[in-house]
C-alpha cells in the first residue's frame, strides 16, 4: 500500500519561510523516481490549486504564477521524499497542502499539512 505523508507545516509570520516534506512508504526507491510529484493547496472555503510539479527525475518543474520566484520545489529519489521549500510567505498562502504521486494513471496523495502565514 503506497502511502504518502506531508510534515513540516505549522503558523508562520508573514514573509517567513516553511519547508515542506512529503515521504513515500510502501514502494521501493526505483519505484518512486518514477512518479512525477506534485504539491497542491485548498484555501480556506476555495477549490485544491497546483502549486508546484516535479518531473520524474526532476527534469522538468512548472510553478503556479501566484508563487513563483517564491517556492521550491524538489525531490531526493533516495530518500523517497519529495519537498516545497517556501519562502516570502504571504497570507493568502493559508491553506492545507497536499503532496501527490503520479505514475501513468496512478495517484495517490497524502493527507495534507496545515500552513497558516499570519501575524
Known amino acids: 500500500q503506497v502511502q504518502l505523508v506531508e510534515s513540516g507545516g505549522g503558523l508562520v509570520q508573514p514573509g517567513g519561510s516553511l519547508r515542506l516534506s512529503c515521504v513515500a512508504s510502501?514502494?521501493?526507491?526505483?519505484?518512486?523516481?518514477?512518479?512525477?510529484m506534485t504539491w497542491y493547496r485548498q484555501p480556506p472555503g476555495k477549490e485544491r490549486e497546483l502549486v508546484a510539479a516535479?518531473?520524474?527525475?526532476?527534469?522538468?518543474?512548472d510553478y503556479a504564477d501566484s508563487v513563483k520566484g517564491r517556492f521550491t520545489i524538489s525531490r531526493d529519489d533516495a530518500k523517497k521524499t519529495v519537498y516545497l521549500q517556501m519562502n516570502s510567505l504571504k497570507p493568502e498562502d493559508t491553506a492545507v497542502y497536499y503532496c501527490?504521486?503520479?505514475?501513468?494513471?496512478?495517484?495517490?496523495w497524502g493527507q495534507g499539512t496545515q500552513v497558516t502565514v499570519s501575524s
Open positions: 501527490k504521486g503520479t505514475y501513468a494513471s496512478t495517484n495517490y
Open positions: 510502501g514502494l521501493s526507491r526505483v519505484t518512486f523516481s518514477i512518479y512525477g
Open positions: 516535479l518531473s520524474r527525475g526532476g527534469r522538468s518543474t
